[in-house]
């Protein structure tokens, strides 16, 4: 079974950074690039929102809230995917998820790592 272990978060003032990690443990290295991973995050008391994908090719998306501050990216070498997060404001706090899936297998989930951001 996948396991999906997020690391970063923490507690950060507005206008500041945070990079997020999420590493794939008992996965093989020779099919973590075929994966699609994603990040999420879910504030208390709303859903789970989509914040940005990386496909096995590498394109990426991103929602509007986080376009131009956010970054994703992955390492397939250390089977990990970041999340980099610039200019940090209030409204991004939540706890973020991190997933992986194709179009047979998954999603796998993480289990979360918190980010607060300061006013």
């Known amino acids: 079974q996948v396991q999906l272990v997020e690391s970063g978060g923490g507690l950060v003032q507005a206008g500041g950074s945070l990079r997020l990690s999420c590493a794939a443990a008992?996965?093989?290295?020779?099919?973590?690039?075929?994966?699609?991973m994603a990040w999420y995050r879910q504030a208390p008391e709303r859903q789970r929102e989509l914040v940005a994908t990386i496909r096995s090719d590498r394109s990426t998306d991103y929602s509007d809230s986080v376009k131009g501050r956010f970054t994703i990216s992955k390492d397939n070498s250390r089977k990990t995917v970041y999340l980099q997060m610039n200019n940090l404001k209030p409204e991004d706090s939540a706890v973020y998820y991190c997933s992986f899936y194709t179009s047979s297998s998954g999603p796998y989930w993480g289990r979360g790592t918190q980010v607060t951001v300061s006013s």
């Open positions: 008992r996965m093989i290295t020779s099919v973590f690039w075929q994966y699609d």
